[in-house]
């Protein structure tokens, strides 16, 4: 029971940091889906996590470059046309579809376990399941005008979701996915006319 509690106020603690670190949000509600209308094209961008963890990322090929690559393939298949940072013109017409990862490691990478020889009074091992507590968050900015001042325009986020949770690092991509897959959902409800003729 100590350990769920510990846990679970890990996971809390996590949730309010990356809140912290974005405090513009935006959840996947019909006036925010509605924002989505009209976007025409969208950019990838995947922040790199922080270098302690790129070494440990790199090892099960979760890098920003392959997850921008898996995302951007993953939109082009559902027919959201994709654009290269080089090729986008920043118009209000675009979207950049942002994705961050934050971690904490909540357990050791070594297990301790009592040792049979009377040498060694405990052995390690690693632990090949180890698991990370992580918060990916997903969100679309774009270029949007003050209601009180047309002509003052800048980029900012207008529809987001993320994703928290204690796993394995393998099942970093299969969370991506699953929120890239809400990205897809929301963006095609509110511009099906426009994928028709694509």
Same mark, same amino acid.
């Given at each position: 029971m100590k350990t769920f509690c510990k846990t679970f106020l890990l996971i809390f603690f996590v949730f309010l940091m990356v809140m912290s670190v974005l405090p513009c949000r935006a959840d996947d509600k019909a006036r925010d889906r509605a924002t989505l209308r009209g976007i025409q094209a969208v950019v990838v961008i995947v922040h790199s996590a922080e270098p302690e963890w790129q070494t440990e990322l790199e090892k099960i090929g979760v890098t920003a470059s392959a997850l921008e690559a898996i995302i951007e393939q993953q939109l082009k298949k559902a027919g959201i046309p994709v654009l290269s940072m080089e090729a986008a013109g920043r118009t209000e017409y675009e979207g950049v579809l942002n994705v961050r990862l934050k971690f904490v490691d909540p357990e050791p990478a070594k297990k301790q376990f009592p040792s049979l020889d009377k040498k060694e009074d405990i052995i390690e091992k690693v632990d090949v399941k180890k698991r990370y507590v992580y918060a990916i968050r997903l969100n679309l900015r774009q *270029?949007? #005008?003050?209601?009180?001042?047309? =002509?003052?325009?800048? &980029? =900012?986020?207008?529809?987001?979701? /993320?994703?928290?949770?204690?796993?394995? *690092? +393998? &099942?970093?991509? /299969?969370?991506? %996915?699953?929120?890239?897959?809400? &990205?897809?959902? #929301?963006?095609?409800? /509110?511009? +099906? #006319? +426009?994928? %028709?003729?694509?």
């Open positions: *270029l949007v #005008a003050l209601q009180r001042d047309p =002509s003052a325009k800048v &980029f =900012s986020i207008t529809w987001q979701t /993320e994703s928290v949770g204690m796993r394995r *690092l +393998t &099942f970093i991509r /299969e969370d991506i %996915k699953k929120l890239v897959d809400s &990205f897809i959902d #929301a963006y095609t409800s /509110e511009n +099906t #006319a +426009t994928l %028709k003729t694509n």
